[in-house]
């Protein structure tokens, strides 16, 4: 059982864009709380932005004004729009889904950003 792929990740330079995309079944999608995480080599999983079933959403510091998190409830995907991509922000980005008393992990995709 795969509950939640990723896709969009790739190669970028310093500034570029990319759009991350996580597509959910609907049982899962459904009033769940949808985040996007990362993790670089050698570093913890952090939290980079949530957004709930009602369309509230928090962002973490480090990418507030670059990243938007958004879902389309219709076709039960989640995504992330990756503006004005640095260096730091190379990880590997994981979908998230809260429900419940059950968390969902997706596989990853990976995104570097290089000179």
């Known amino acids: 059982q795969v509950p939640l792929v990723e896709s969009g990740g790739g190669l970028v330079q310093p500034g570029g864009s990319l759009r991350l995309s996580c597509a959910a079944s609907g049982s899962i999608f459904n009033r769940a709380t949808m985040a996007w995480y990362r993790q670089a080599p050698g570093k913890q999983r952090e939290s980079v932005a949530t957004?709930?079933?009602?369309?509230?959403?928090n962002y973490a510091d480090s990418v507030k004004g670059r990243f938007t998190i958004s879902r389309d409830n219709a076709k039960n995907t989640l995504y992330l729009q990756m503006n004005s991509l640095k260096p730091e922000d190379t990880a590997v980005y994981y979908c998230?889904?809260?429900?419940?008393?059950?968390?969902?992990w997706g596989q990853g995709t990976q995104v570097t950003v290089y000179t």
């Open positions: 957004i709930t079933s009602d369309g509230s959403i």
């Open positions: 998230n889904a809260v429900k419940s008393w059950t968390t969902y």
